[in-house]
């Protein structure tokens, strides 16, 4: 097999690394490039380790989300099921897989493979029953407002109206489309359509954050556009906040359209500094230096790469 090429790319979780912290940016996408090799040098390895570091609230929403895609299969198949069988088959396994498997540490060896918990790895959890409790009831209540609120609007959609959308679980590079030269990354989580309209959801199972998730759902807006082709006017997005059982269903204009691509090109240009000779193509970051540590601690106190940085946030603490 030939060598990986560490590609230039752009997603809306790389800007928002990026914009909170330079040097986040640089473990996440450079630091980490490569610590999957036995060779790697430890500072590799260890960003690479802490790249694949998961938190529970990542997998309580991978948890609604697998529970409420398996109760639509079902429900396709003519098989009906309640939020409980959604919970105990699938939900319920998949947490207590990955808590166990935390916990007990195999992802030293093999981070890619066994899933680490920030909250078990920086030891932030005071009372881990009561973390559990809280995503076991925020996850039924997510599958049960699922049931009755999003399935009776999308229950009649067959497979063969549904966009093929690759996810990091189907092994392989994930959904992606390439804009302006730039491989952006992209990934709704379910899309179909009826006739020549487009519709998008989002599933979240947090907290409404409706202006960050209306621009989030811009960019699966130029997704649809740029690799099917879809005209604006015909998409249709639907935040769905699953906790809440309430959704937010836009469309966005052309204006609306434009600061998204904007936002864009000034985040990739940004970015574009940060490499030797500005050169995309290359790919080679500045050193790790240049990649500024951020002055919020807070955004350190939840970070995966707090061990990478904790000496040189001491020493300018110590200064
Ligand atoms: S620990 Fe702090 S300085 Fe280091 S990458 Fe994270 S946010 Fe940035």
Redesign the pocket.
């Known amino acids: 097999m030939g060598q990986l090429k560490n590609t230039f790319s752009w997603s809306f979780s790389a800007a928002e690394d990026f914009e ?2 330079r ?2 940016r640089y ?1 996440s996408k450079y630091g980490m490039w490569g610590g999957w090799d036995r060779n790697a040098s430890p500072e590799q390895k260890t960003a690479y380790r802490l790249c694949k570091m998961d938190n529970r609230w990542g997998l309580m929403g991978q948890a609604a989300e697998n529970a409420i895609m398996w109760v639509l299969r079902q429900h396709q198949q003519g098989i009906p099921v309640d939020a409980d069988a959604g919970w105990k088959n699938i939900a319920r396994p998949f947490l207590t897989k990955k808590w166990n498997e935390s916990a007990e540490g195999n992802w030293r060896s093999a981070p890619k493979q066994f899933c680490c918990l920030r909250e078990h790895y920086y030891k932030t959890l005071e009372d881990e029953n009561a973390a559990k409790k809280q995503i076991a009831a925020q996850v039924q209540n997510c599958i049960a407002n699922f049931i009755d609120k999003v399935l009776p609007r999308i229950g009649d959609i067959s497979p063969s109206q549904e966009f093929r959308i690759a996810t990091p679980e189907m092994g392989g590079d994930v959904e992606n489309f390439t804009y302006e030269g730039v491989k952006i990354y992209s990934i709704p989580d379910y899309a179909y359509k009826i006739g020549d309209e487009v519709h998008i959801h989002d599933w979240k199972a947090g907290k409404i954050k409706a202006d960050q998730h209306k621009l989030q759902l811009s960019l699966y807006a130029l997704w649809a556009i740029v690799k099917y082709g879809a005209a604006l006017d015909k998409i249709f997005l639907y935040v769905e906040y699953l906790n809440e059982g309430q959704v937010l269903p836009f469309q966005i204009t052309a204006e609306e359209l434009e600061e998204t691509k904007q936002l864009m090109s000034d985040s990739v240009g940004e970015m574009t500094e940060y490499l030797v000779d500005c050169d995309r193509e290359k790919n080679t970051p500045l050193p790790k230096e240049e990649w500024e ?2 002055l919020d601690p807070v ?2 106190s939840q ?1 995966n ?2 061990e ?2 904790r000496p040189e ?1 001491d020493a300018q603490t110590s200064c």
């Open positions: 909170q912290c040097r986040r473990w540590l951020t955004n350190c970070c790469f707090l990478l940085c946030l």
